[in-house]
């Protein structure tokens, strides 16, 4: 028996998602309930792939590293356009040096988000302060709904 391909991601959704930069990462506690936590995101459209700063302290990113299935609730500045990404989530290392990959990957990041920092230097010292990794959440299906 062949395992069915998985339907194609609709890129107007996908679209939707990359126009906004704010969230809402569902992952499951070891009891299963969800845990939502409202996060910034920077959405590589050629990837496709999601890219979410974390800490290694929390919750989410314990989360993830027992269970990396998670999803992105994405809405509208007026609530009725709605976008959800399900997908398996990869974490990064934590930084732990401003030079290292992971530190690198929180750069893209931010310039997704945020644009140019005005020191890198300090931006970089502060992830391997925080411990910051980044969370990739690649779309595995995405539904929603559209207005207008």
């Known amino acids: 028996m062949t395992t069915p391909s998985p ?16 969230g809402v990462l569902a992952t499951l506690k070891r009891d299963g309930r969800p845990q939502l936590s409202n996060v910034g ?13 974390v800490t290694a302290d929390r919750a989410k990113t314990r989360n993830l590293a027992t269970d990396p299935r998670a999803s992105l ?15 398996t989530a990869e974490l990064t290392p934590p930084t732990a040096d401003p030079d290292d990959a992971t530190a690198d990957e929180l750069v893209e990041y931010y310039r997704a988000v ?12 502060a992830m391997v302060a925080e411990r910051r990794l980044v969370v990739r959440l690649r779309p595995d299906h995405v539904y929603g709904q559209l207005s207008g």
């Open 7 to 22: 339907a194609p991601l609709d890129p107007r959704l996908l679209d939707f998602v990359a126009g906004q930069r704010w």
């Open 41 to 53: 995101y920077a959405f590589d459209a050629a990837a496709p792939l999601v890219r979410i700063s």
């Open 73 to 87: 609730h994405v809405t509208s500045p007026d609530f009725w356009s709605y976008v959800v990404v399900e997908g």
């Open 114 to 125: 945020s644009g140019e920092h005005p020191d890198w230097r300090e931006y970089r010292t």
